[in-house]
């Protein structure tokens, strides 16, 4: 099965402000880097929401402070983002 949100291995800000339109019920374009997360005024179930998404399709475990000291929503989607290990691609040896 595939998660109609992820698209790939690795998590993206995309994926982060999209899982927060969709559990929050904000509206996209307000989901920026810039963006300071105490104006979003997310309520600790929608964050909750969030963070429980990424846990589950990426099977990692994520702290429950992990954007306790984030000021913007940049912070916090590097922080996330920092959780979720990008795939490496080995190097193909010579034949």
Sequence with gaps: MIDALFAHAFLTDDDVADLISTKAGLARDLLQRPTRICDLRLSLEA???VLVEIEDHFHIEIDDMVGAD????????????????RPTVLPRRAA
């Excluded at 929503?73 to 983002?81: E, F, V």
């Design 47 to 49: 964050y909750e929401a």
């Design 70 to 85: 984030c000021d913007t929503l940049g912070t916090l989607m590097d922080r996330l983002k920092a959780r979720v290990a």
